[in-house]
């Protein structure tokens, strides 16, 4: 037989089953579509970041900047020796730091939605390196107090030239008062960016210690840059010397790598969704190839071989995949504008741009669309080819049958391997740990695939007793859902992946806001916590302001954040800039907690890695390479609050640069007998300049640490329902196809009289015990590698264990609803069943 007539048939049959192809399609479609509106999506943040980066360090010929931000900067004196320079026609300073926009009002912030809210130094034309940006309206600032604010900054805080506002910086204290004197525009002004210019004067006494700033663009004179470039390399070997090539090369390296990670995350949610996909896939062609084998033992026996059968299934899944992958990759693209709609509907201050659809994303698509669809009717296509045409014709059902022994053993052996992997993983902490518990996870994903029918048998047998008041309806459901456990099993794979993944995120989640409640519990003694926006902290002038105003407060201490280098490893600790006794449970296990300018505590660990206790010297370095030779004065139990490691403030000064100084958060004990809801008003009035800062509770601090834990499994489940749509999609097709091979078992029955609701019952109800069998697999499945993932995250502080029990039980019920749900189109199609038709049928 000619392989034209063969293409026929699979083209014929794919438009005879309208139906079946569309819930296949949508399979691959939703699938395809979450890979490519990933690429989508970060290749335009990349091209737009492009655009605004291809502006940045315009005109400069060098830059000199520190090697590590930390750093307190480029001395003075390095400016004004480069300005003398043979071959510098002027050089720019770079003075900027974190600030904080208020309203006409000045009590309230303006938001920026996570964008860049920033101040800096106004550059004159004259000293300029490059052209400034031009100023729309008004003129640049020219003395203290004034301000130039970038056109979108003004649109979007409601000020105009003349207008007199406050301005919060972080690292100064409190707010001072400015005037609106111009706006500019800068090549790209998106995405809720604020950019306030001060006098240079003003900027340095805001910014700066005084001594350094944050980096020096350069302008050569006579000479080519990069020989300038060169030149101050050699002069200046412990800093970055770079031309603006390389700047915005940086720039755009650091953006690429943050939008990596976006990209594969977003990417393993897309593979999650295209695996739940593939069994959905591979599961329907599966039941296609067992109804349709005397279909294709006919052609068998006109003379068609075993490769042009199996080639006109997999021609069908060649068919299928061109049309999901194209449509997969319009939705991608729809999914994109969707997911950048999201984003910016909750002010995350991400910059827009014409979508950008690149050669690779069409590409993968396509590639991605087509393996996947195409593997998945490998299988069966083969088995249908091999099957003897006489024996063919005879099967009523192709693999109701089979044996499950070979494939349960394996499963049974993939089980055994992936427990021991994930309890040894478990054992430890760390990322090998975790890779450890991540191969044993897939070992046991593994094993539920081989070993599920199996396991359906007697599970769906137990999970009778939820349909027994149904009767003997309940009965045939059952029997129904065990009767053929392949492809009860391929249905309900789809549902335990999806439920897997969303019971181990929901233990984590848990489990997360479990071990900061214990923090708090046992680790903070204070009785109010002032708090700032998660990336600026709390203002330096609020802990003094508490401290001077309001009389019940015993302590206000402010913990700051400091970096630090002991020999070649980078640590970060805390910086009091008070007396830890009251506020903090800061349990000692040598030496004394006081300390002095020299001294310095170290956590348990700390001190033996580096081989140190109380009463020893330990130097220790700041980025910019100033040696510090500090006492250890003790030695603590390792605490997740203060970190590994404790200095005081003068340690702090020298440190941290001033642009970066702010109170992580301020910890506040009343003093014995205060009146705490009187003390609460008074705090709210002596920090109401901050505008940014809240006053808490210990019950409040908690909950707001629960509430960004829920926002982040928000954006999780979000993406996760992803699979469980897939999943119910696949419960649907299969259903549907279900009803397809059993139409003479259902035209039998109602032709000895069962009715039509009935039927329909018998559906509903064998769709929710493949559901909920489904769901309890990936439940049990979920708890057993959340605990092992867990374990290996000790170290970074979620050492307690919680269950969301509340959510697996809503989990199963919704699984029972989703099972129903999905069952209706298929149940009314099964009750619409011509009895004598279905009889007669072959």
């Known amino acids: 037989m000619a392989a034209h007539p063969m293409r026929k048939v699979a083209l014929r049959n794919l438009a005879a089953h309208k139906v079946r192809l569309v819930l296949t399609l949508l399979s691959v479609v939703l699938g395809t579509a979450f890979i490519a509106g990933s690429f989508v999506f970060t290749d335009t943040l990349q091209r737009t970041f492009d655009g605004i980066f291809a502006n940045e360090a315009k005109g400069v010929d060098v830059r000199i900047s520190p090697e590590k931000r930390q750093s307190a900067g480029i001395p003075q004196d390095v400016v004004d020796r480069v300005a003398g320079m043979e071959g510098v026609r002027t050089v720019a300073p770079g ?11 000045g009590k309230k912030a303006v938001q920026t939605g996570g964008a860049p809210s920033w101040g800096q130094a106004y550059i004159p034309p004259q000293q300029a390196v490059a052209e400034p940006d031009p100023f729309v309206e008004g003129v640049p600032p020219a003395g203290p107090g004034q301000i130039a604010l970038n056109t979108g900054a003004a649109e979007q805080a409601g000020l105009k030239v003349g207008d007199h506002t406050k ?40 910014f700066t210690d005084g ?15 990069d020989t300038l470039r060169d030149r101050l390399s050699m002069l200046y070997p412990d800093y970055k010397v770079q031309n603006g090539d390389q700047v915005r090369a940086d720039m755009k390296a650091q953006i690429s790598e943050a939008l990596n990670f976006l990209n594969y995350f977003l990417l393993a949610f897309g593979a999650i969704a295209l695996i739940v996909g593939t069994f959905i896939i591979y599961n329907t062609f599966s039941m296609l190839v067992a109804q349709r084998l005397r279909e294709l033992a006919l052609l068998r026996a006109v003379g068609a071989s ?30 994109a504008y969707g997911l950048a709609g999201l984003l910016n509907a909750f002010d995350l201050g991400l910059p827009t741009g014409r979508m950008a659809v690149l050669p690779r994303t069409v590409a993968v698509a396509f590639a991605v669309g087509l393996l996947v669809t195409v593997v998945s009717a490998y299988a069966p296509a083969r088995r249908a080819s091999r099957i003897p045409p006489v024996q063919a014709m005879r099967e009523e059902f192709a693999s109701a049958g089979d044996s499950l022994r070979a494939r349960t053993v394996t499963g049974v052996v993939l089980a055994v391997v992936g427990i021991v992997l994930v309890i040894l993983g478990a054992r430890h902490t760390g990322g090998s740990a975790a890779a450890v518990v991540g191969v044993g996870a897939l070992g046991l994903i593994l094993a539920v695939l081989f070993a599920s029918p199996a396991l359906s048998r007697p599970v769906l047998a137990g999970l009778g007793w939820l349909i027994r008041p149904f009767g003997s309806i309940g009965r045939m459901a059952r029997n129904n859902a065990i009767r053929n456990p ?20 929901g233990m984590l989640g848990e489990s997360a806001k ?18 700032g926006p998660q990336m600026m902290g709390v203002p330096t002038g609020a802990a003094a302001a508490v401290r001077a105003k309001v009389p019940d407060v015993a302590q206000a201490v402010g913990l700051r954040g400091v970096a630090l280098k002991i020999g070649d490893d980078d640590e970060f600790g805390t910086a009091p800039d008070g007396t830890l006794d009251q506020v903090v449970n800061l349990d000692m296990l040598s030496g004394s907690p006081t300390l002095g300018d020299s001294d310095i505590l170290l956590g ?66 009343a003093r014995p007998g205060a ?13 109401e300049e901050f505008v940014i800062v809240q006053v808490q509770d210990r019950e409040e601090f908690k909950g707001e640490n629960a509430k960004q834990i829920n926002n982040l499994l928000a954006i999780l489940y979000g993406l996760l329902a992803l699979a469980v749509v897939i999943a119910v999609l696949g419960i649907v097709n299969t259903l549907a196809l279900s009803v397809v091979e059993r139409r003479r078992e259902i035209g039998m029955l109602r032709a000895v009289g069962t009715q039509r609701s009935q039927v329909r019952r018998t559906i509903y109800l064998e769709s929710m015990l493949i559901a909920v069998f489904g769901a309890l697999v990936g439940a049990v499945l979920g708890l057993g590698l959340g605990v092992g993932f867990l374990r290996t995250l000790r170290d970074l502080g979620l050492d307690q264990i919680a269950v969301p029990w509340d959510q697996l039980v809503y989990m199963l019920v919704g699984s029972a609803v989703v099972g129903v749900l999905a069952a209706l189109w298929p149940a009314i199609r099964a009750a619409r069943t011509p009895p004598l038709a279905a009889i007669a049928d072959l």
């Open 604 to 669: 348990q660990d700390e001190a033996e890695e580096h081989g140190v206790s109380a009463g020893d010297r330990l130097p220790v370095k700041t980025f910019d390479g100033t040696e510090i030779p500090l006492t250890v004065s003790g030695v603590y139990v390792d605490s997740q609050v203060l970190g590994p490691l404790i200095v005081p403030p003068t340690v702090y000064e020298r440190a941290v640069p001033v642009a970066m100084r702010a109170d992580a958060a301020v910890l506040i004990k």
């Open 486 to 505: 392949r492809r009860t099993a391929a249905t309900a794979f789809a549902l335990t992946l999806g439920l897997m993944l969303v019971t181990a995120i």
């Open 675 to 687: 009146d705490l809801a009187s003390m609460r008003t008074d705090l709210e009035r002596a920090t």
């Open 167 to 206: 301005v919060l910086v972080p690292s100064h204290g409190g707010p001072i008062d400015v005037t609106v004197t111009g706006t500019y525009a800068p090549p790209s002004d998106t995405g809720g960016f604020i950019g306030l210019q001060f006098t240079e004067a003003q900027a340095r006494e805001l």
């Open 514 to 531: 479990v071990s900061i409640s214990r923090l708090v519990d046992q680790g903070i003694e204070a009785d109010y916590v002032l708090t």
């Open 306 to 335: 075993r490769g042009q059968v199996g080639r006109s299934v997999v021609g069908e899944a060649l068919v299928v995949g061109v049309l999901g992958s194209l449509l997969g990759l319009l939705a991608g693209i729809g999914l």
């Open 211 to 225: 001594d350094h700033i944050a980096y020096l663009d350069i302008a050569a004179a006579g000479i080519p840059g």
């Open 95 to 105: 003075i900027e730091g974190s600030v904080v926009l208020l309203d006409p009002s």
